[in-house]
């Protein structure tokens, strides 16, 4: 027991080794528990924000499983030009687009999915009427968000959930600077109109 | 909102990318202009409800299982790069020397007696008569252009002729025999 803890806590106190290393260790030795380390730390943001392009589970699956064969298949050849979430974002965004147009072509008489199994979380500590109305409020925004046009949605999630910069948005997506702050504003003028009653935005 | 701020301004100051000359003069606006600091706090508003709503998760979350299943399935092989040098040398030197074993340069090739067979003679017989001559005989070039020759140019036209004769009417024989 003693000595599990004495493990766990150096676990914990374990500096977080960062990206380059982690791809020097692969490409270097193919040390694989690196390469896993590496894309599990972007998984779950890569994931959520193909399956926002795509709305479709299967398809965002099969968008991330090629990202991450793309991005193992090349990661000797990345140079550090951006950050490497940067990059692998950017690899999810042309799978996620290669997916949609293939899909037009196909053309799927199917509606698109509703977003997030998972129900929201919620507080312990709130009543059974705080939590109705919180989990409105977000079933309000889910539903706010997947009326955005993609292009925008895009943006506002990469920027308020992943955190990322405008700049970085803008090489993800390869588009001009002053094309996703144009986009940013929109999105933000459309949830402000859809959510004026449930949000200050 | 004041002309001097520009909305995509208040966005990159929300982001903290603006240029540090620009960022004064944000916040001096902000200082002053109501309207600047509520779009703002909208922008707060708005991350913190979207940061709420819980994330798509993969089925399939990432392990090294699957990181060395992706290698496979798409053949992925990562080598150190002394590694592939060595490599790329050591089949370029089992190429190069499988060719030399299968044709070295330091022999001719020499066509085998049926190629020079002309695809008319169509019987067995007179194949096989064709290729006992031509096998049994130097080449026509050794024959022609050899150094100790003493024929001339007419001359070796005349064996050829009269050589050409003589397989017509070998020919001939065997058709009539049959």
Same mark, same amino acid.
């Given at each position: 027991?003693?000595?599990? @803890?004495?493990?766990?806590?150096?676990?914990?106190?374990?500096?977080?080794?960062?990206?380059?290393?982690?791809?020097?260790?692969?490409?270097?030795?193919?040390?694989? *528990?690196?390469?896993?380390? @590496? %894309?599990?730390?972007?998984?779950?943001?890569?994931?959520?924000?193909?399956?926002?392009?795509?709305? $479709? $589970?299967?398809?965002?699956?099969?968008?991330?499983?090629?990202?991450?064969?793309?991005?193992?298949?090349?990661?000797?050849?990345?140079?550090?030009?951006?950050?490497?979430?940067?990059?692998?974002?950017?690899?999810? $965004?042309?799978?996620?687009?290669?997916?949609?147009? +293939?899909?037009?072509?196909?053309?799927? $008489?199917?509606?698109?999915?509703?977003?997030?199994?998972?129900?929201?979380?919620?507080?312990?500590?709130?009543?059974?009427?705080?939590?109705?109305?919180?989990?409105?409020?977000? *079933?309000?925004?889910?539903?706010?968000?997947?009326?955005?046009?993609?292009?925008?949605?895009?943006?506002?999630?990469?920027?308020?959930?992943?955190?990322?910069?405008?700049?970085?948005?803008?090489?993800?997506?390869?588009?001009?600077?002053?094309?996703?702050?144009?986009?940013?504003?929109?999105?933000?003028?459309?949830?402000?109109?859809?959510?004026?009653? *449930?949000?200050?935005? | 909102?004041?002309?001097?701020?520009?909305?995509?301004?208040?966005?990159?100051?929300?982001?903290?990318?603006?240029?540090?000359?620009?960022?004064?003069?944000?916040?001096?606006?902000?200082?002053?202009?109501?309207?600047?600091?509520?779009?703002?706090?909208? @922008?707060?508003?708005?991350?913190?409800?979207?940061?709420?709503?819980?994330?798509?998760?993969?089925?399939?979350?990432?392990?090294?299982?699957?990181?060395?299943?992706?290698?496979?399935?798409?053949?992925?092989?990562?080598?150190?790069?002394?590694?592939?040098?060595?490599?790329?040398?050591?089949?370029?030197?089992?190429?190069?020397?499988?060719?030399? %074993?299968?044709?070295?340069?330091?022999?001719?090739?020499?066509?085998?007696?049926?190629?020079?067979? *002309?695809?008319?003679?169509?019987?067995?017989?007179?194949?096989?008569?064709?290729?006992?001559?031509?096998?049994?005989?130097?080449? @026509?070039?050794? +024959?022609?252009?050899?150094?100790?020759?003493?024929?001339?140019?007419?001359?070796?036209?005349?064996?050829?002729?009269?050589?050409?004769?003589?397989?017509?009417?070998?020919?001939?024989?065997?058709?009539?025999?049959?």
């Amino acid at each position: 027991m003693t000595i599990n @803890l004495t493990l766990a806590r150096q676990c914990c106190h374990r500096p977080r080794v960062d990206d380059m290393t982690l791809i020097n260790n692969y490409c270097a030795h193919g040390d694989v *528990s690196a390469a896993a380390t @590496l %894309l599990g730390r972007y998984e779950r943001g890569l994931y959520n924000f193909l399956w926002q392009t795509v709305r $479709h $589970h299967q398809d965002a699956e099969d968008a991330k499983q090629e990202t991450i064969c793309k991005t193992l298949r090349n990661l000797p050849q990345f140079r550090q030009q951006c950050q490497f979430k940067t990059w692998l974002y950017r690899i999810g $965004h042309n799978e996620a687009i290669n997916i949609v147009r +293939r899909r037009k072509r196909i053309e799927i $008489h199917e509606s698109p999915e509703r977003c997030f199994d998972a129900p929201p979380e919620t507080d312990m500590n709130a009543t059974p009427s705080d939590q109705l109305m919180q989990s409105e409020r977000v *079933s309000a925004l889910q539903d706010a968000i997947a009326k955005l046009p993609a292009k925008e949605r895009q943006v506002v999630l990469l920027r308020t959930q992943e955190e990322m910069p405008f700049k970085e948005i803008a090489r993800v997506i390869d588009a001009p600077l002053g094309t996703v702050l144009g986009r940013m504003r929109n999105a933000r003028q459309r949830l402000s109109a859809l959510l004026s009653q *449930s949000f200050a935005v | 909102m004041n002309s001097n701020v520009t909305e995509d301004e208040l966005l990159l100051y929300w982001s903290n990318e603006l240029d540090a000359d620009r960022v004064q003069a944000v916040e001096a606006q902000l200082q002053c202009d109501p309207k600047a600091a509520a779009y703002l706090e909208k @922008l707060g508003v708005l991350q913190e409800a979207i940061q709420d709503v819980p994330q798509e998760e993969s089925r399939d979350p990432i392990t090294e299982d699957t990181v060395a299943r992706y290698q496979r399935t798409s053949k992925i092989t990562v080598f150190p790069k002394p590694l592939r040098i060595a490599a790329l040398a050591a089949c370029f030197a089992i190429l190069a020397t499988a060719g030399l %074993l299968v044709m070295p340069p330091w022999t001719t090739p020499q066509a085998p007696a049926t190629a020079r067979i *002309s695809p008319e003679k169509s019987t067995d017989a007179e194949k096989a008569v064709e290729i006992a001559e031509v096998a049994n005989e130097p080449l @026509l070039s050794d +024959r022609l252009f050899a150094s100790g020759s003493p024929q001339s140019s007419n001359a070796r036209v005349k064996a050829a002729w009269e050589r050409a004769g003589r397989i017509r009417g070998l020919l001939a024989k065997k058709r009539t025999m049959r």
